[in-house]
């Protein structure tokens, strides 16, 4: 098994441009999420999905998009890209809360 | 809304000493789950250990142990005989169920050195 798989692994935007980064995973798990890594505040939850089709936003969802047509993929869009949003994007998949999430090597964004 | 501290930013230790990472949550549930990560220079995010809330007995991992408090909402992260290997970001996490979903809530984190 692969795993979770996070492409690309580095990125480097124009304000305004837009993008979408993929993630992937062989291990059937229904639970899906994206969360953005910021120095000092850990990692917070941007969209999450429960199964194909079902999709719902989490704590900082603005500037993003989502959608999950197959169990094992989840990109995440960004519309317009912004300086803000420079950071470390992680997607992470579980298959049952006792096993906890599993993540993807991250992708490292940065917005000029 | 659920939140999860740690409020140790940086700590510092000489390799085989014990060191023992703090972090308090804030819940109304009853059931959940509670975790640690590390995050070495890899920038991977590696599972170290988990406790159910029902459970009262502290869980152990190798040289990895808990020390969970129900009642104070607390979760510390206690590792015996450090490594240099041990060198990394460590996240507590919380997760419980919310319509369906399991939701993870982090920390902001301790960056533990481990020195030579």
């Known amino acids: 098994n692969a795993g979770v798989t996070q492409t690309p692994k580095f990125q480097v935007l124009k304000t305004g441009q837009s993008m979408t980064l993929q993630c992937a995973q062989d291990m059937n798990h229904e639970y899906m999420s994206w969360y953005r890594q910021d120095p000092g505040m850990g990692l917070r939850l941007i969209h999450y999905s429960v199964g194909a089709g079902i999709t719902d936003q989490g704590e900082v969802p603005n500037g993003y998009n989502v959608s999950r047509s197959t169990t094992e993929d989840f990109p995440l869009r960004l519309l317009s890209a912004a300086p803000s949003q420079t950071s470390v994007y992680f997607c992470?998949?579980?298959?049952?809360?006792?096993?906890?999430?599993?993540f993807g090597s991250g992708t490292r964004l940065t917005v000029v | 809304a659920q939140t999860v501290t740690q409020s140790q930013p940086e700590m510092s230790v000489q390799e085989a000493e014990t060191v023992t990472l703090s972090c308090t949550y804030d819940?109304?549930?009853?059931?959940?789950?509670l975790f640690w990560y590390k995050q070495p220079p890899s920038r991977q995010m590696i599972l170290v250990i988990r406790?159910?809330?029902?459970?009262?007995q502290n869980a152990t991992e190798n040289r990895f142990s808990v020390n969970f408090q129900k009642a104070a909402k607390s979760f510390s992260l206690k590792i015996s005989d450090s490594q240099l290997g041990d060198t990394a970001m460590y996240f507590c996490a919380f997760m419980k169920f919310l319509g369906g979903a399991q939701k993870l809530v982090f920390g902001q984190g301790t960056r533990l050195t481990i020195n030579p």
């Open positions: 406790q159910e809330a029902y459970k009262q």
């Open positions: 819940t109304s549930e009853n059931n959940y789950y």
């Open positions: 992470a998949s579980s298959y049952s809360v006792r096993d906890g999430y599993t």
